[in-house]
């Protein structure tokens, strides 16, 4: 979330794990951002998370109801609720130097643009994050109000990815994602002008299979 006086880039919990590391954070704090972390329930985002990483997914017959409507959560209606507040503040401020009032960026996955065998659970999430950030990027666009959706189509190189990828791909510049780059795609996303704005840019390492 970007805003023109003393701005803040506010970091949906979501994106702990690939957005954590110092180089990252350093990216925007150079720019002069302040940096928050939210969360709807850290603990079962968290575990969450794990599982996804651990499995790949389950088996669409082995989902409960339950794992359907946490994604539904996580995803939508947190999502939903974060946006609300941001174009809500938006809306309110001056236009900046770039002709706008404030930027909120969606972050999406692979999951975001098409299913897989065991990523129902997932993808139902990731499609409507997708789709809601599409509706406000043309709703509020018009109030000089920037909405982005960045789609991260590939392995992030984290810490915690260092727990479980073999060692010949951690050691592969082209295999995996560098935060420090999502941090640059990010930062020029907020740094674009109302002449020239996008809405979706995906980002995958050279020797992603897509």
């Known amino acids: ?125 990731k499609f409507g994050v997708r789709a809601l950030s599409q509706s406000l990027a043309k709703e509020f666009g018009k109030e000089n109000i920037h909405v982005a959706h960045a789609i991260i189509d590939g392995g992030i190189l984290t810490g915690r990815a260092r727990s479980y990828v073999p060692q010949e791909k951690l050691e592969n510049p082209d295999a995996l994602l560098n935060p420090e780059s999502i941090g640059n795609s990010y930062l020029y996303l907020v740094n674009q002008d109302r002449s020239a704005w996008t809405w979706e840019l995906d980002l995958r390492p050279a020797h992603e299979k897509w």
């Open 1 to 125: 979330m970007q805003c023109p006086v003393r701005p803040y880039w506010t970091v949906p919990y979501q994106l702990k794990d690939c957005l954590k590391s110092q180089p990252l954070f350093r990216i925007f704090a150079k720019a002069g951002y302040n940096v928050a972390l939210v969360a709807r329930n850290a603990d079962s985002l968290e575990k969450l998370a794990e599982e996804i990483q651990g499995t790949g997914g389950e088996p669409f017959l082995e989902l409960t109801a339950e794992e359907i409507q946490e994604s539904v959560n996580t995803n939508i209606i947190a999502a939903f609720a974060f946006a609300r507040e941001a174009i809500t503040l938006f809306k309110g401020l001056e236009l900046d130097d770039k002709g706008k009032r404030g930027t909120l960026l969606f972050t999406g996955a692979t999951a975001s643009l098409r299913g897989n065998t065991t990523t129902s659970a997932i993808a139902a999430g």
